[in-house]
């Protein structure tokens, strides 16, 4: 069934009859709270986690009507459940709850990597479950369930990558959930969202692992003087390079090919800056710094800055 149609007199009804978040960390308690807010995203909410802290404090701040630890049971009677769980984590939950999904079900995720997701899942697929794999485009350096917020997704673009073949009805079942969630959406598939990602984030996030770590490996003097002085720009990759370790580490590994195919053209393009500074090619330096602020200026326009 598509995004159901509002009762007469009625806000919409909601998406999803029993929606069961498996890891509420930033993304899912945001999703949590987004649905709690809205009320028309599902009726009824589900919350599993690994750890009994994230359990208890899921309880405690009331994310959902049902939290349950382990995550076959969570899982039962839902038509819908959304994987918020670091990548390298899908094979392992998958065969958990595989044998406890009912037909019909709606099985999403928010991984950051796509082509994995696709490879991890659909061997234990059950027949009648419906794979719409999801990526929001949205998130912070902060994890856990404290992290989250109902706002996160607004404005803020949600990949869709359903393998061919998908069932339509569920593909619109997402895309409403992440519609009213505040997004906007787009439907790739899972190597064309890999290639984008790893660019836009991924890199973006090696390039902030690395130097700060090569800032750390500087003399003692030197290292505390770029501690001192680090509000000019230094400071936006430590923000960036505070990102969760599980998470991240799971990406590099489950996004090989598109990161060092980005790496490896990043390289080419730092080396050509490089030989111009060696050179004094003024020339060449003001064209790629043009060329920054020209995409940072489209940036602005469409809203992502
Ligand atoms: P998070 O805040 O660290 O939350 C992760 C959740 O997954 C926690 O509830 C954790 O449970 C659970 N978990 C961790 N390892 C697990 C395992 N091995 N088995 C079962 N459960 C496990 O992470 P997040 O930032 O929300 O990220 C969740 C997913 O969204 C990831 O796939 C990530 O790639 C994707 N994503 C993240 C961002 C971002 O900026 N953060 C943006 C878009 C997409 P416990 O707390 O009990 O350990």
Redesign the pocket.
């Given at each position: 069934m598509a995004d159901a149609a509002p009762a007469a007199g009625t806000a919409e009804a909601p998406l999803f009859e029993r929606l069961c978040i498996i890891?509420?960390?930033?993304?899912?308690s945001s999703i949590l709270r987004v649905a709690r807010e809205r009320g028309d995203i599902a009726r009824h909410l589900v919350a599993t986690?690994?750890?009994e802290?994230?359990l208890a404090r899921v309880r405690e701040l009331g994310l959902a009507d049902t939290v349950e630890a382990d995550p076959g049971r969570a899982v039962e009677g839902c038509d819908g459940v959304i994987l918020?769980?670091?990548?390298g984590?899908y094979a392992?939950?998958m065969a958990r709850i595989a044998p406890h999904l009912s037909p019909g079900c709606v099985l999403s995720d928010?991984?950051?990597t796509k082509g994995s997701v696709i490879r991890d899942l659909t061997p234990l697929l059950p027949k009648g479950v419906h794979l719409v794999p999801a990526?929001?485009?949205?998130?912070?350096e902060h994890?856990?369930p404290d992290?989250g917020f109902a706002e996160l997704f607004k404005g803020r673009w949600c990949i869709l990558t359903p393998p061919p073949g998908t069932d339509p009805a569920a593909v619109a079942r997402v895309r409403a959930l992440w519609e009213r969630a505040g997004s906007m959406i787009e439907v790739l598939d899972a190597t064309t969202h890999d290639k984008v990602v790893a660019i836009v984030s991924h890199l973006p996030h090696l390039i902030a692992f690395t130097i700060v770590g090569t800032a750390d490996d500087l003399a003692q003097e030197t290292r505390e003087a770029v501690l001192r002085f680090a509000a000019s720009g230094f400071r936006d990759f430590t923000r960036i390079a505070a990102s969760?370790v599980?998470?991240w580490r799971?990406?590099f590994l489950n996004n090989r090919e598109a990161v060092l195919e980005m790496l490896a053209r990043f390289t080419e393009d730092a080396q050509a800056f490089g030989r111009a500074v060696r050179w004094g090619e003024a020339g060449f330096i003001e064209d790629r710094i043009k060329r920054g602020r020209k995409i940072r200026r489209s940036l602005i326009e469409l809203k992502q800055a």
């Open positions: 890891g509420p960390g930033l993304i899912g986690a690994r750890s802290a994230t918020c769980v670091p990548v984590s392992g939950v928010a991984g950051s990526h929001p485009m949205a998130g912070t994890s856990g992290a969760d599980d998470m799971d990406v």
